[in-house]
């Protein structure tokens, strides 16, 4: 709303700062250029004076977040103008428009006694389920009957999806035609200027959205704006509204209303603009709006709008205001509104962007119950049902297949850099048109030719920051933090540093330079050519985005993982000696890193959550930069301990991880608990009472030490059985350190895989008191399982220990059909899964019969 600007819920930021731009761009195009400004402020003045509020609605691709249409162009459309507390008439639009040569929308007026408005209405009744924005001018164009008003096209500025249509119903008078038939005459000579600005705007706000945004966000202002409200803090704003004006006047009864009964949905926006109080009212419930038209009834309350602006006048003020403002008097009143919205519109903004958060708390799934509510809102006919329900499932299904994140799909409110793809790829494989127009949202013809290769990883390292790069990440997942992985793309706004080329042989790295002169830009990216010199040969680096299709076709197939075996302890207690025989290792094998959890305890204090994640850090960094071997110097009492294990080498799983893990045949409590009396009184272990310590050191440990011991089996492969640690003297913890390096030096192709091991651990550790086990196949990186063994019954305790050689390995999986289960007694309840096929498991794997045949992903 203009003047000053607001947006439905704020000021001074892009949503009101980007339509002052455009109205200011498009008085240029319509004035002379030594007029445009001062008809600008003429425009402005008028308004101010005379108590009229101006509203627009602004279209703009991305900039501004993004809904169903894809628009061309950014461009501002005249909707209404308010005078005080009333809406002015049609014909009065018309007037002012004309006046100042504003934008409106593209109408026709059509008497209602000619035939060719009931053929019109019924035409556009039907069309809209499969309609696009072609389409709607196809049968507009033969309607040769009425006036139509326009200045920009919908075919030029909007592209192909079409929002739909809004039908007036109207108490007519041969002066609106006389109006609109003016309007489009004197508009004519503007058109092609302003069409060629808008175009403009809208290539700038799709392709660099980002450094646009931030820019009008500034509040220091970059931009030349029109005067903009303060924000103006006050105390008991209800109590000043609602006390203020004559004691009949509908503007109060609004505000007392509001007070009474929707207090709690409402927010009051206060702001200062020319010395006057200006009250924004943000609606937070649709529903108050349904409701409102009874109360303008019943309690005289003004009409009440989204994005409300109430302004604040002395009675002085008021009494300079001229009451006849208007040249036309006309009868010409709106006696009724329809709205029609075309269906693709619907599915895009209702059916898919509205509800991206409950698609993700519901684990990317659509229930079939959601879809039919969806067509039953909308009035969807019943031949058209099954392709939306179809488009709406085979998004839900990606959302879950590609494990988006709220971040990826709503950032700054972009959610079309990911549909626009998916609905393409939909369409050229079932040869539907659900996708838009190809010029605003690239999608590759080629999209084999994009996919990064399995098993390497992309780094982007964009100094530009006006390039769509969403074709070159299709398939991968962001990853935010320090180092890259593979799978995943990261995102850098500056060079990456230089070793990552060497330690990661998975790597592809994708820089692009500064399009700007700044200094620090320029330094940044001469030091980067400078030190990157030897490296511009390498396939993994490239310097042009248009080369990384190509460069990708010429990627060599990944080596063999590096080998990286961690040293552990498993079932043994403290004060067994685990540190001391890893300090063994280390002096033996000048290569082999401890990370020690205690001495990080002792460097950051007793705060669990900043030592487990400082404890990961380390872990993991000593996985990355080692020669040789790592140790996991941290008490794993039992299963439990060895899943931590495994989590913090999560990030790091890309390389051959192998586990070596010595285990005591026995616990001594007597020897380790004198141990721990016999350290230095300082030691974390010993600062609470002797009473508490002796307690945490039999029942967090001890306990369940003894436990984990008796669970192992004599036949598992990859563990050192030894009671060295309970020798008096360190003899036989130095022979132990010396078979154990000649392991880590000449054997460690022959040790299990991490994985491998912890599995066949965590099966064995499975006990009748424990729980229902069971077996599955876990999809990485997601939530998703397949059982295939199920919980405890008769049979299964067999068919478990079958599996136990196959565990720890990839295996196929085939989704299939996804199946919605639904019962609404004894309440609503829902299942859902996907019927699957395994692959990879081999011709001789021994499947649970049972289960085989119902083989599913939930």
Aim: proline share 5%; aromatic share 10%; net charge negative.
């Amino acid at each position: 709303m203009a003047p000053p600007f607001y947006a439905k819920n704020s000021t001074r930021n892009r949503f009101s700062r980007l339509p002052a731009l455009l109205l200011q761009d498009h008085f240029a195009c319509c004035w002379p250029a030594e007029e445009a400004q001062k008809k600008f402020s003429e425009w402005w003045h008028d308004a101010e004076e005379n108590l009229l509020s101006y509203s627009f609605e602004t279209v703009a691709p991305r900039v501004l977040g993004d809904h169903g249409a894809t628009p061309k162009g950014a461009y501002l459309v005249l909707t209404a103008i308010a005078k005080e507390d009333q809406m002015l008439s049609p014909a009065q639009v018309l007037q002012l428009a004309t006046k100042f040569k504003l934008p409106l929308n593209e109408t026709l007026f059509i008497q209602t006694s000619n035939p060719a408005a009931l053929a019109l209405e019924n035409a556009l009744h039907q069309e809209r389920w499969t309609m696009d924005n072609f389409d709607a001018d196809q049968l507009l164009s033969q309607v040769d009957a009425g006036v139509m008003q326009y200045f920009l096209r919908h075919e030029d500025v909007q592209g192909s999806i079409l929002e739909g249509f809004v039908l007036f119903k109207l108490k007519y008078n041969v002066s609106l035609v006389e109006l609109a038939a003016e309007y489009t005459k004197v508009m004519a000579p503007f058109r092609e200027s302003a069409l060629a600005c808008a175009v403009a705007w809208g290539a700038k706000c799709l392709t660099d959205a980002s450094t646009l945004g931030t820019l009008l966000d500034d509040k220091l202002g970059n931009y030349f704006y029109p005067p903009e409200p303060e924000s103006h803090s006050m105390k008991d704003i209800w109590n000043l509204v609602c006390n203020s004006g004559p004691d009949q006047s509908s503007l109060r009864a609004m505000f007392n209303t509001l007070c009474l009964h929707y207090k709690h949905l409402i927010t009051l926006k206060t702001y200062m603009y020319k010395g006057r109080l200006q009250v924004q009212i943000r609606v937070n419930s649709d529903e108050i709006f349904y409701s409102w038209p009874l109360h303008m009834r019943i309690n005289n309350c003004a009409p009440l709008f989204r994005g409300h602006i109430v302004t604040f006048f002395s009675l002085a003020d008021l009494d300079k205001i001229a009451s006849d403002y208007f040249t036309v008097q006309d009868d010409v009143k709106i006696m009724d509104i329809c709205k029609l919205k075309c269906v693709k519109y619907l599915v895009r903004t209702f059916g898919i962007r509205n509800r991206i958060n409950s698609t993700l708390a519901t684990q990317g799934t659509a229930p079939e119950i959601t879809i039919q509510n969806f067509c039953n809102n909308w009035r969807i006919p019943e031949q058209y049902r099954p392709e939306i329900s179809s488009l709406l499932m085979d998004w839900s299904n990606f959302v879950a297949r590609e494990q988006l994140s709220t971040a990826d799909l709503l950032e700054n409110g972009h959610y079309l850099h990911i549909l626009e793809p998916f609905l393409a790829r939909r369409d050229a494989r079932l040869g539907t048109n659900w996708a838009p127009d190809t010029q605003i949202y690239h999608e590759s013809k080629n999209k084999e030719a994009v996919l990064l290769p399995s098993g390497y990883g992309l780094v982007i390292a964009d100094m530009r920051g006006d390039i769509d790069l969403s074709p070159y990440v299709i398939g991968l997942r962001q990853i935010k933090g320090r180092n890259p992985k593979p799978g995943y793309y990261l995102y850098l706004n500056k060079p990456p540093p230089l070793h990552w080329l060497q330690e990661y042989d998975w790597i592809i790295i994708l820089v692009l330079g500064p399009n700007s002169q700044s200094n620090r830009q320029s330094h940044m990216w001469s030091r980067f050519l400078r030190e990157f010199h030897t490296e511009l040969r390498n396939i993994r680096l490239i310097l042009d985005v248009n080369d990384y299709c190509a460069r990708l076709n010429t990627l060599p197939a990944l080596p063999t993982p590096k080998l990286v075996p961690i040293v552990a302890t498993y079932g043994l207690c403290p004060g067994s000696g685990k540190s001391t025989l890893l300090s063994k290792i280390a002096e033996r094998l000048p290569s082999f890193k401890i990370v020690s959890s205690d001495e990080i305890r002792r460097q950051l204090g007793v705060v669990p959550r900043q030592q487990n994640a400082e404890f990961q850090r380390q872990f993991k960094m000593a996985i990355l930069n080692t020669g040789n071997s790592v140790g996991y110097d941290k008490n794993i009492p039992d299963v439990y301990g060895l899943h931590a294990l495994r989590r913090a080498a999560e990030d790091v799983d890309f390389l051959d991880l192998r586990l070596l893990l010595i285990a005591p045949r026995r616990i001594d409590r007597k020897i380790a608990w004198s141990r721990i009396q016999a350290r230095d009184p300082s030691h974390i272990g010993l600062t609470a009472s002797v009473e508490n310590a002796h307690q945490i050191f039999s029942e967090s440990f001890a306990d369940k030490c003894e436990a984990s011991l008796a669970a192992i089996d004599s036949n598992t492969d990859g563990i050192i059985r030894s009671d060295a640690f309970w020798e008096d003297s360190l003899q036989a913890i130095d022979e132990l350190a010396d078979s154990l390096v000649d392991i880590l030096l000449y054997q460690k192709e022959q040790l299990p895989k991490l994985n491998t091991l912890i599995a066949s651990l965590s099966l064995a550790n499975i006990s009748e008191t424990d729980g229902p086990p069971w077996l599955s196949l876990d999809i990485k990186d997601t939530n998703l399982h397949c059982t295939l063994v199920p919980p405890d019954v008769a049979d299964t305790t067999e068919a478990r220990s079958r599996f136990l050689s196959t565990t720890a390995r990839d295996v196929s999986i085939v989704f299939n059909r996804f199946v919605v289960a639904c019962s609404d007694k004894p309440q609503n309840l829902r299942v859902a899964f996907w019927e699957v096929s395994i692959e990879g498991l081999g011709n001789d794997f021994n499947h649970y019969a049972p289960q085989a045949a119902i083989y599913h992903v939930t």
